[in-house]
């Protein structure tokens, strides 16, 4: 992600905090957020505010997607 997209994201996350809702979906868990934040500080801030007020779901198990597509390759 470059400093700019960045940058959006966190002032999105930020702006929300303590206003309205937000829905964010990641495949990364916040643990690995330094993935998508270059900044660890700006990283941490963002995963801060977004845990202080939310719910967290971590949904484990093989990929739906993955399953259907194996049931239609082997279908097929």
């Given at each position: 992600?470059?400093?700019?997209?960045?940058?959006?994201?966190?002032?999105?996350?930020?702006?929300?905090?303590?206003?309205?809702?937000l829905?964010?979906?990641?495949k990364?868990?916040?643990s690995?957020?330094?993935i998508?934040?270059?900044?660890?500080?700006?990283?941490?801030?963002?995963?801060?505010?977004?845990?202080?007020?939310?719910?967290?779901?971590?949904?484990?198990?093989?990929?739906?997607?993955?399953?259907?597509?194996?049931?239609?390759?082997?279908?097929?």
């Amino acid at each position: 992600m470059s400093n700019a997209e960045m940058g959006v994201l966190f002032e999105l996350i930020a702006h929300r905090y303590e206003r309205e809702r937000l829905v964010i979906t990641s495949k990364h868990p916040f643990s690995a957020w330094s993935i998508i934040f270059v900044d660890e500080t700006m990283a941490v801030a963002a995963a801060d505010r977004l845990i202080h007020y939310g719910y967290m779901f971590e949904l484990k198990g093989e990929s739906y997607r993955k399953k259907t597509a194996k049931e239609v390759t082997s279908v097929a």
